[in-house]
């Protein structure tokens, strides 16, 4: 799994589905927004399948991590293919492992919103400048 991390504000809307057979419901054109919180793009990789309990474990100590450094307690999940991953992971196990990630997340005390899988969207991300405000971070169990 791959993950770009940014603290700030995020604002986004689904635009319309992706031509996929996996895709979470949405609210089409509704602006969802946030502040002060960690919005981590995401991408899950071929080589995460198999593997979800030891990813979702290591991303969600990883933006714990980086979330009690910027003293936030809500994280954005956002589907984002385009992180260079080496290989992406079928959509079917993707949506699975953002939503297990969310749930472990929350266990932890976090507020947990997923963007919608399998649409585009437009966002505003606001990203606030300080030294720990972004970070990248590859999970590899």
């Known amino acids: 799994m791959r993950l770009l991390i940014f603290h700030g504000k995020l604002a986004y809307k689904a635009t319309e589905p992706v031509k996929i ?43 714990q991590l980086v979330a009690d450094r910027v003293k936030t307690r809500e994280i954005v999940l956002y589907p984002h293919a385009h992180i260079f991953a080496r290989k992406l992971a079928k959509p079917k196990f993707a949506v699975r492992m953002l939503h297990a990630l969310s749930g472990e997340l929350q266990k932890m005390g976090f507020t ?13 991300l606001e990203c606030l400048g300080h030294p720990l405000a972004e970070s990248g971070r590859t999970i590899d169990s």
């Open 21 to 63: 057979s996996v895709r979470d419901d949405a609210e089409e054109g509704v602006w969802k927004e946030f502040e002060n919180c960690l919005t981590a793009f995401c991408a899950v990789e071929a080589s995460d399948e198999g593997r979800l309990t030891a990813i979702k474990e290591k991303a969600a100590s990883e933006l």
């Open 112 to 124: 947990v919103h997923v963007a919608p899988f399998g649409w585009y969207k437009a966002f505003r």
